[in-house]
């Protein structure tokens, strides 16, 4: 009897890189067929894709496994080479918000406005703790610079801290 054996297909994921928050385009190469066989001749759908672990929100590195199914009579055997998905962090921004007061007056609730969130991230949910705030010794009328920072260092986030001023009117 004639036997037919099974030729190799490889299918070959590319790795990829994305920022918290940006969805990855996931694809393969797949090398192998012969004779006039192609991906829709021989595939019964697109090709899928799953991460390993699961949660691939977070910063971190994460395996991309491919997966097809295929027409039958399988004439392939599928190697299959996973990806790499590798999610950066997203960066925020905190800026001190401006003030202003008078001489002699308490010095304000400082406060900052913050830009970059991803997903469904607020302040609260990002930071455990409240922003600090410094400020130099206010000694009379004048422009004083207002620090903002942390001693957070969130998962998903590089921080940049842009400073404010205090405007001390005479």
Avoid at 33 to 44: K, L, Q, T
Avoid at 72 to 79: I, K
Avoid at 108 to 130: I, K, Q
Avoid at 153 to 169: A, K, Q, R, S, W
Wanted: charged share 10%; aromatic share 10%; hydrophobic share 35%.
């Amino acid at each position: 009897p004639l036997v037919i054996l099974q030729d190799t297909l490889t299918i070959t994921t590319d790795n990829q890189t994305v920022t918290y928050g940006e969805s990855p385009e996931f694809s393969s190469i797949v090398t192998g067929f012969v004779n006039a066989d192609s991906e829709s001749s021989v595939f019964s759908g697109a090709i899928s894709y799953s991460l390993n672990p699961n949660n691939s929100n977070d910063v971190g590195t994460y395996a991309i496994i491919p997966n097809v199914l295929l027409n039958t009579p399988a004439n392939y055997y599928v190697n299959y080479v996973n990806g790499v998905l590798e999610v950066l962090p997203a960066t925020l921004t905190i800026t001190a918000d401006d003030k202003v007061i008078n001489n002699g007056n308490p010095l304000p609730e400082f406060t900052a406005t913050v830009t970059g969130f991803r997903y469904d991230d607020v302040l609260a949910s990002v930071f455990s703790e409240d922003l600090m705030f410094s400020i130099p010794p206010v000694t009379g009328p004048g422009l004083y610079p207002i620090t903002p920072s942390s001693t957070e260092t969130p998962l998903n986030y590089d921080l940049i801290f842009e400073t404010g001023t205090l405007y001390v009117n005479p």
